[in-house]
């Protein structure tokens, strides 16, 4: 783990903003949060007082990230739409449900292709969040992909 102080050292979900998802989808988001800890760079602007914890939660059809010091003081919450997540949020779940399907039952040529699709869907969603953070939260790619599996848990509704 970086010793940076641009960094992430605790995710949480607000629990009243997901539901509790097929095994799969909670698979994602123990993976997601898991691998986001062992690796990420999380770099406030304007700020240097990490390293972070973060809060995530959708109030009122908006995105919050809470962002608290190491030791739990606030830092900074910036709220941003849910607009520009929504297409693509719902595209991946689609083709989610489709490669869930499939890893049951099809061909391995049949699961790669679908799963390039989500990979590709994945990408966008990762693009779109980190254009939306742009000014306010600097992170890598990586990072931006772990953080966009989370807020698509947080719109899993079951």
Partial sequence: ???????????????????????DIEHERAVAIYDLLE????????????????????????LVFDIRDEAGGPVVTHILS???????VKDYFLVCESYYQMIRTASPSRIE?????RRGIHNEGSRILTERLEGKIDVDF??????????????WKG
Avoid at 2 to 18: G, K, Y
Avoid at 82 to 88: E, K, N, Q, S, V
Avoid at 142 to 155: N, Y
């Fill in 142 to 155: 990586d990072t931006a992909r772990r953080l966009f599996t989370l807020i698509c848990v947080l719109h």
């Fill in 1 to 23: 783990m970086s010793a940076s102080p641009n960094r992430l050292v605790a995710v949480e979900l607000d629990e009243e903003s997901i539901g509790r998802g097929s095994p």
């Fill in 113 to 117: 292709a679908v799963d390039m699709g």
């Fill in 39 to 62: 690796e990420n760079h999380f770099a406030l602007n304007g700020h240097d007082s990490g390293p972070y914890q973060l809060r995530l939660s959708i109030q009122e059809k908006r």
């Fill in 82 to 88: 849910l607009t520009p997540f929504r297409r693509i």
